[in-house]
Every structure is written in C-alpha cells, then in structure tokens.
C-alpha cells in the first residue's frame, strides 16, 4: 500500500523551454501532496504544499510564476517549470499523506514520497 | 521553528551488528510526529518507522526500534542484525498533523561485509 509514483523520472530539456512533472497516488486519495527540491548529499527542502481544489503554498524565496503548481483531483499533482534554466537542473521529489480513511499497510499523518524526477536543463 | 537535529553526517557498521543513529528536535508543541526515512542510491524515499508522540511505547518494525525521549527531544533509530542493504542515507523528520515534514540533515549509514 501507499505507492506514489512520479512521471518522467529523468528529463533532460533546453534552456527556455517548459517541463511538467507529474504526481500520482495510486492507491490512496490525498488532500495534501508536497513538492521537494534536493540537490546532491543534501537534505530535502520543501517547495511548495499543493491543496486540492485551491491554490498552492508555496515557501519563501520559491517563485510561484516559475513552478506552478496544480493540484487537480485527489491523486494527481502537477509540477511545471516554466522557462527553465540550467539552475534548475536538480532531482524533484513529490509526496502524498493519505486522507480520509487510511488503507492497509498505510498511515494518516504520514508522507509516502514518489520516486523523485531527476532534471536537467541544458 | 522547529529544527531536527541529526549529529552524525556518516555512520558505518559491520553486517551482522546493531548500529544506533541520533536524532534531537525542537519544538513547543505537544502533539506531533516522528519518523525515520532511508534514502539508498536510487533516492527513493523509504518510510522506516513512524513513531506518533502521545503514544510511550517506542515504534519496532521487524530490526528497527527507536528510543523515543519525548522530555529529551530525542528520537534514535537503532538497526539490529545490520544487512548490505541498509546501506543509505537516513533521515530523520518531524511533523504535526496535516503539515509539512522538516527534515534533518541526514547520516550516511556504511554496512562493511
């Protein structure tokens, strides 16, 4: 129970040009999914928190304009770079918390992560 | 702000050992959770244990346990009878209830054969 898969897993795109990555949860609904950065031996740092049905909260210093964030039903969340740049080059890694009624071998209150989109922007 | 703390970037245990890793925390809330999550090479984040704060007995799954210190802030991840595949980046995090994690920085967890 509790898979979250994430699409592509390595894309590789031109400076200026746009990238959407998706979020999946495949056996549970979520309410919340979260949108994480990490860049090599370092630790996971939060983007945004996408809420379905509302807008995105995104977290300081993070550009709304440049990674919008929709969260359109309660298995799928869409992260995409607009006009992307080599700086943005750095593995993307999307998590759900199960809401409701959690299922077997899963929990509420608990983040299940994708297995993260590796970019790179030439 | 909440913080979690873990002391040690790099660990490395002999297979067939048990190997502790450390973890501390701060925050004024009473109500809240704890986890522990491997990242191996793939970087797949993987749910270890989950230990929820009201409850006093501390989280096992199979040869994970942790020692939950809730008056300490502390929050350790032993690893018993260590296998080759518990070789990964361990990560410790904090969360309340419907919100975000914050993470710590990370123990690179070595298993010698």
């Known amino acids: 129970g509790a898979v979250v898969s994430q699409h592509p897993s390595w894309v590789i795109c031109k400076s200026g040009t746009s990238v959407k990555i998706e979020c999946r949860s495949l056996?549970?609904?979520?309410?919340?999914m979260f949108w994480y950065r990490q860049f090599p031996k370092q630790s996971l740092m939060l983007m945004a928190t996408?809420?379905?049905?509302?807008?995105?909260?995104?977290e300081q210093g993070v550009e709304k304009d440049k990674f919008l964030i929709n969260h359109a039903s309660l298995t799928l969340s869409t992260l995409t770079v607009t006009s992307a740049h080599p700086e943005d080059s750095s593995f993307y890694i999307c998590s759900a918390s199960p809401s409701g009624l959690a299922g077997a071998s899963m929990y509420q209150e608990t983040q299940y992560f994708g297995p993260g989109t590796r970019l790179l922007v030439l | 702000a909440q913080t979690v703390t873990q002391s040690q970037p790099e660990m490395s245990v002999q297979e067939a050992e048990t190997v502790t890793l450390s973890c501390t925390y701060d925050t004024s809330e009473s109500d809240y959770y704890l986890f522990w999550y491997k990242q191996p090479p793939s970087r797949q984040m993987i749910l270890v244990i989950r230990q929820e704060a009201y409850k006093q007995q501390n989280a096992t799954e199979n040869r994970f346990s942790v020692n939950f210190q809730k008056a300490a802030k502390s929050f350790s991840l032993k690893i018993s009878d260590s296998q080759l595949g518990d070789a990964a980046m361990y990560f410790c995090a904090y969360g309340t209830s419907g919100s975000r994690l914050t993470f710590g920085e990370g123990t690179q967890l070595t298993v010698n054969p």
């Open positions: 996408s809420n379905e049905g509302s807008k995105a909260t995104y």
């Open positions: 056996d549970f609904q979520a309410t919340t």
